[in-house]
């Protein structure tokens, strides 16, 4: 399991499985389209419908106008934002010796490191990151129920870099679920603050409970990932500089939420 050995910053201003529905989703989008999507608004304006009046029917009797039906008249309507919610994340390695660098999440971590998640939404929302460790137990990794602060709302276009959690015995996959939406989650309720130095606080179900809400707003097949490589230095091997997430949909586009799966190794 996880514990948090710093607070988690202030905001200043995500989890998909992508398994087999994933992969048969459709229609196919370039890089450039889900570029387009992450920073313009590419929805569909929604349309509806009022009432207009028309001028009655004149009848024989000049003096007794014939009423005729109201027709309908197509409106569009204003909304506050246009885009697809997506994210997009960078991994920030601290090792034992207090370097930090940025690695691809695919690495093997190692007991006593360290990362953080440079964190950006495209559009005014709510984020939250829940994990569960290798023992199937569950932890709030953010928003964290400090005494007098529980903020989890995050800024279109701000780069948040969240705190720096550490891994520890025993090794094993640490999936880390990260979620933005564009309203708060009626199925989270953070857990009260444990007293002691360790921020460990098992979750208790919540992350089943989150999920089903999650699952109601999104379909996982219109989630698309995009990962940016990085330039190739030398004989370096690229590296994922920047991962979007992006949700696709014209209908469902309340939120967006991915699975980080970091494998944590025993040396």
Not at 51 to 60: A, E, L, N, S, T
Not at 240 to 265: C, F, K, M, P, W
Request: proline share 10%; net charge neutral.
């Amino acid at each position: 399991m996880w514990r948090a050995l710093v607070l988690a910053a202030s905001l200043s201003g995500a989890v998909a499985f992508f398994g087999p529905q994933a992969e048969q989703a459709r229609p196919e989008f370039t890089a450039r389209d889900l570029g387009e999507m992450f920073f313009n608004n590419t929805l569909k304006k929604p349309v509806v419908t009022r009432i207009k009046p028309r001028p009655p029917k004149p009848g024989p009797d000049p003096g007794r106008a014939k009423p005729l039906p109201p027709t309908p008249v197509p409106i569009e309507t204003a909304v506050e934002s246009r885009r697809k919610i997506g994210l997009k994340y960078r991994i920030l390695l601290c090792d034992e010796k207090c370097n930090v660098r940025e690695v691809d999440e695919s690495r093997v971590f190692h007991t006593n490191e360290g990362i953080s998640l440079v964190l950006e939404s495209n559009v005014d929302g709510y984020l939250y990151i829940l994990n569960k460790g290798p023992s199937g137990a569950e932890e709030v990794l953010f928003p964290r129920a400090d005494e007098n602060d529980v903020d989890n709302r995050i800024e279109q276009g701000a780069a948040n870099t969240l705190p720096t959690f550490y891994f520890h015995e025993p090794p094993g996959e640490e999936r880390m679920t990260v979620i933005v939406s564009r309203e708060p989650l009626e199925s989270f309720t953070p857990p009260r603050q444990e007293p002691g130095p360790s921020r460990q606080r098992p979750s208790g179900g919540l992350l089943a409970s989150v999920m089903s809400e999650v699952a109601g707003k999104v379909q996982t097949r219109d989630l698309k990932r995009h990962r940016q490589a990085s330039p190739v230095l030398g004989s370096a091997q690229p590296a994922a500089q920047s991962t979007y997430i992006i949700n696709t949909s014209d209908d469902q586009n309340h939120l967006v939420y991915h699975e980080i799966v970091l494998r944590h190794g025993s040396r």
